[in-house]
């Protein structure tokens, strides 16, 4: 099992910036390619960014591409999304995932563990 907790969440005006960071536990960490998913009010939960094992790789949604950043701790079992240039339509909730199975696109892969969410809204 691995447990993962986010955090960082809140209210940002259109244009600003807010680093989510997700904290995982149990099992050992660089087992496991890191995600961000994110679901909007009505709508399906769809990916936003994810991170190779290594943190050598990174993957991004075309909807965020060059706005959010993802990276990893794997000293401190730490994932987090860097979001700049913030805007209306990313108001979600946030998910972390993690996913254990490697190998060519593992990103589009289904994710094995998931947090429990936090709440982003963008006001115009």
């Known amino acids: 099992q691995v447990q993962l907790v986010e955090s960082g969440g809140g209210l940002a005006q259109a244009g600003g910036s807010l680093r989510l960071s997700c904290a995982a536990s149990g099992r050992p960490f660089t087992g496991f390619g890191m995600g961000w998913f994110r679901q909007a009010p009505g709508k399906e939960r769809e990916f936003v960014a994810a991170?190779?094992?290594?943190?050598?790789?990174?993957y991004y949604a075309d909807s965020v591409k060059g706005r959010f950043t993802i990276s990893r701790d794997n000293a401190k079992n730490m994932v987090y999304l860097q979001m700049n240039s913030l805007k209306p339509e990313d108001t979600a909730v946030y998910y972390c995932?993690?996913?254990?199975?490697?190998?060519?696109?593992?990103?589009?892969?289904?994710?094995?563990?998931w947090g429990q969410g936090t709440q982003v809204t963008v006001s115009s």
């Open positions: 995932a993690a996913q254990g199975n490697p190998g060519f696109n593992w990103y589009r892969k289904p994710f094995d563990y």
């Open positions: 991170v190779s094992r290594s943190a050598i790789s990174t």
